[in-house]
């Protein structure tokens, strides 16, 4: 109503003042109008602050924002004359509108669309420096536990507690041997537990089939080692370490005293347990024969035979450690004669020969050192 009435007083003041008014006429208009005004509120703008302008109509819908207030004064004006309202308004540019100190905040435009955010390079952290890790200390590597590493063999004022012939010297006539001083087992035990062991050839020395005599002829017990790997058989066995075919393939072992011998031949077969037969090396019961039994360690086996049978310490398939007893020493071959000692081979995996024989001599020499704590003694033949 007020607004109306001032659109009407407007109008007719436009009109007033398209024809000549006298003195008094338009004194009058003047008084009535701010009389009019004065009675109305809602018409006042607040002071020192201009009016909004009016929006600009345009095709594309845009969110113009309002102008910032300013503390700018509004150009002085006759106080005796009303502004023409209906005279247009220029639209706010950004040129138009007054700058904000720097010391001042802007107001934000109202419903301004907020541009999608540019997404910031990410920035690779920089590593911390971390002081340099020590060292690790290398630890030891521990011995293995499989075979347990032999004591050194004292050689200072110590007797020796056997002689050898070399390797390869065998007894007269029974053939070449193998001149091979290669230790092919060099940490094994000697698989006597703890007699006297003598070994030699159990065919050509006294008591065998071609030597004659008495197998416990005291001869045999004071005589020093012999090799007969490779000594002439009947047999087509072969090894690619004998220059020759048809030989023996391991080494016989005499055990204990004449005494022994001849106590022990006058037992049964099944009731001789007087010389244990202990495993080489830790291992398996891969085989037992009708006079054999095979023990698989690794990459070996070892075949022992002529044990009583009868009085086995093991079965097949039993794990055993070294040193652990198999059997006791006897005779037994099938039903076939012999003397009373162990038969002991080694066979081995070559990458030449595959499984084959190796010569066991060397092997037994330095275990029964080991075993004795004392050297032996090599007897050199002029």
Not at 23 to 42: E, K, N
Not at 64 to 92: A, F, G
Request: charged share 20%.
């Amino acid at each position: 109503m007020a607004r109306l009435n001032t659109g009407q007083l407007s109008i007719e003041t436009r009109r007033v003042s398209r024809r000549p008014l006298s003195h008094a006429a338009l004194l009058f208009l003047a008084s009535a109008s701010m009389a009019f005004v004065s009675g109305c509120d809602l018409l006042l703008e607040p002071e020192n602050v201009p009016a909004s302008p009016r929006p600009t109509p345009s095709s594309t819908p845009t969110q113009t924002p309002e102008p910032i207030e300013t503390t700018t004064p509004t150009p002085d004006v006759d106080e005796d004359v009303e502004p023409d309202v209906d005279v247009e308004q220029p639209v706010p540019t950004d040129e138009t509108i007054p700058k904000v100190p720097d010391d001042e905040p802007a107001t934000p435009p109202t419903e301004e669309p907020t541009p999608e955010p540019t997404p910031e390079p990410t920035q690779t952290p920089t590593p911390t420096p971390t002081s340099p890790e020590p060292e690790p200390t290398e630890t030891p590597s521990p011995e293995p536990s499989e075979t347990p590493t032999p004591a050194p063999i004292p050689t200072n004022n110590v007797s020796p507690a056997f002689s050898y012939h070399p390797p390869g010297d065998l007894e007269p006539n029974s053939g070449l041997g193998a001149k091979d001083p290669t230790i092919y087992v060099p940490d094994m035990l000697f698989p006597i537990k703890q007699a006297r062991a003598y070994p030699q050839s159990q065919v050509y020395r006294y008591g065998g089939g071609i030597g004659g005599g008495d197998q416990c002829d005291p001869r045999n017990f004071t005589a020093s080692w012999r090799d007969n790997f490779c000594e002439n058989r009947s047999s087509r066995t072969t090894s690619p370490y004998c220059p020759s075919a048809g030989v023996h393939v391991g080494q016989d072992i005499r055990v204990g005293t004449p005494e022994g011998c001849r106590a022990e031949r006058s037992l049964l077969p099944s009731e001789r347990k007087r010389y244990v037969v202990v495993a080489a090396e830790d291992g398996y019961i891969s085989n037992i024969g009708s006079y054999t039994v095979n023990v698989r360690a690794g990459g070996r086996i070892y075949r022992y035979m002529h044990m009583n049978m009868k009085a086995l310490e093991v079965s097949l398939g039993q794990q055993v450690k070294a040193g652990d007893p198999l059997g006791y020493v006897s005779n037994d071959f099938g039903g076939t004669p012999t003397t009373l000692h162990l038969h002991f081979e080694i066979k081995h995996n070559t990458s030449e020969y595959g499984w084959t024989w190796a010569p066991p001599y060397t092997s037994l020499v330095k275990a029964y050192e080991r075993r004795e704590q004392a050297p032996g003694e090599m007897v050199v033949e002029e």
